[in-house]
């Protein structure tokens, strides 16, 4: 049958259903024990399944990658039952899944050239941004000068501040009789 993958190229197509019987043979009643690979029967497909639990005549079937509540007991002898295909002899398991490896470069003699660091990516202004920005600082501490230029800069009154004005002194009445 052409939807049984004898030499699967991934880890899922082992799991696929497929509409054709595998190319094996059903299990003679003593071969199913627990954790034996099995295609079973379902709706006119045939889903990968494992032996879960073993009794005198039944076995309970349980379909790879489906919760237990899928789980039924059938008889030993059921005709719904196939060896999976894992147990053809042309059968090749599928590749181990690789991990990604980064491609190092290399000088001419095959030393790893260190890396240089990716230039940093001109930032678009923003205006929005900046104004969010502005809004989440935290407040500045209350500077008098400060206020005074931001009103002298807008065209305002700016009254002078007192602090830095030399206060006048009155001269202290002389006692008298001192002289």
């Not at 237990?68 to 590749?95: G, I, K």
């Not at 690789?98 to 990516?121: I, K, L």
């Not at 400060?146 to 009155?170: N, S, T």
Request: proline residues 18%; negative net charge.
């Amino acid at each position: 049958p052409l939807d049984v993958d004898l030499q699967p190229r991934d880890q899922l197509r082992p799991l696929l259903p497929t509409w054709n019987p595998p190319p094996t043979r059903p299990p003679a009643p003593e071969e199913l024990e627990v954790s034996t690979r099995l295609r079973f029967c379902l709706e006119d497909r045939w889903w990968a399944a494992t032996v879960r639990e073993v009794a005198d005549d039944k076995v309970k079937v349980g379909y790879d990658g489906w919760p237990s509540r899928h789980d039924e007991w059938v008889p030993r002898d059921s005709d719904r039952m196939y060896m999976h295909e894992s147990f053809h002899e042309d059968y090749v398991a599928p590749p181990l899944p690789q991990r990604y490896q980064r491609h190092t470069p290399t000088d001419a003699e095959g030393n790893p050239v260190p890396v240089t660091p990716r230039p940093p990516r001109p930032r678009v202004y923003d205006p929005e941004k900046e104004r969010l920005k502005r809004a989440l600082r935290p407040p500045m501490p209350y500077n008098p000068e400060k206020e005074r230029l931001k009103r002298v800069l807008r065209g305002q009154y700016a009254p002078p501040i007192e602090e830095h004005m030399p206060a006048l002194v009155e001269p202290s009445p002389e006692p008298a009789g001192a002289q």
